[in-house]
């Protein structure tokens, strides 16, 4: 299963940018999403997870972005966000998806995509 995400780039603090990871592959659904991130010389971290289970849905955020980034996805376009808003220097970093349907074994990475905040 590939995951293509994109929209990272380079944007001043208090800017906003909307990340997406997408796969064409028939048959995988995004049930359960995460969003994670790596800054140069630090380990990766987990910013933000979404949990679908029949027809309940549920978020989590990691402290450091919780009421500014909200993740999200779209059943029909097989689809991951991440609304990123009022960035902050300190978000700069490499961010990844992570993605699994539930009746798959195992998830998928998807290639990570710059995200860069400027002062």
């Known amino acids: 299963v590939q995951l293509q995400a994109s929209g990272g780039g380079l944007v001043q603090a208090g800017g906003s940018l909307r990340l997406s990871c997408a796969t064409s592959?028939?048959?995988?659904?995004?049930?359960?999403g995460d969003w994670y991130r790596q800054a140069p010389g630090k380990g990766r971290e987990l910013v933000a997870s979404?949990?679908?289970?029949?027809?309940?849905?549920?978020?989590s955020y990691a402290d450091s972005v919780k009421g500014r980034f909200a993740i999200s996805r779209d059943n029909t376009r097989n689809t991951l966000y991440l609304q990123m808003n009022s960035l902050k220097p300190e978000d700069t970093a490499v961010y990844y998806c992570?993605?699994?349907?539930?009746?798959?074994?195992?998830?998928?990475w998807g290639q990570g995509t710059q995200v860069t905040v400027s002062s």
């Open positions: 592959r028939s048959g995988f659904s995004i049930n359960f």
């Open positions: 992570h993605a699994k349907d539930r009746n798959w074994s195992r998830g998928y």
């Open positions: 979404i949990n679908s289970e029949e027809s309940e849905e549920s978020d």
